[in-house]
């Protein structure tokens, strides 16, 4: 089959998840789990202290075989959850829930069409999350993103299909582990 598609290529940064006040009691190191776009990542363990500086910056490239449109993209994009969880390490025991996001691609991604304006790639968002009852404080946390889109058509959505994925992009700070200002707890 031949035709026409769009290629979708985003490039989100998580600054940081903020939470003024909230103090988590159990020590092990925190990181967000991010499903975007039909693709899972994470980023690095972060030591349990608000602000958490993740600056992590990771690309998603997806194509929709059978949107030939911007409208046609819209609607897939609206129908697309975005779902983020802020987990905590807990050892034998796997990772502890603390809050979630849940937006559609098309909120996260274009949250503002009217005001924005079609000049705009890029977009800074703050998204707060809904603790769970493991989260100690009773102010939300807040995500604090950027993210820039690109939207090419196809003349191969087959192929370039192909190509989809998610990565994470260098020139983020170093891992928990090789981190030089935090404790050697954190060491593995």
Sequence with gaps: MTGKGLRLKVEMEVHAVSCPGVFLHIKSPVHLSICFLGFHV?????????????????????TFLHCSNLDQLQRALEADLVYVELLQEQGSCGNTVLATFETSAAELLFPYPAVRGPCCTGVDVDLLMEPTSDFPGIIAPKIEAATSTNIE????????Q????????????????????????YSH
Excluded: M, W, Y
């Design 42 to 62: 994470k980023t690095k363990p972060f030591p349990p202290s608000f602000p958490l500086l993740f600056h992590d910056r990771f690309s998603f490239e997806k």
């Design 153 to 160: 058509e196809t003349r191969r959505p087959e192929l370039d």
């Design 162 to 185: 192909c190509k989809d994925g998610a990565a994470v992009l260098q020139n983020s700070p170093p891992p928990i582990h090789k981190h030089p200002h935090l404790n050697k707890r």
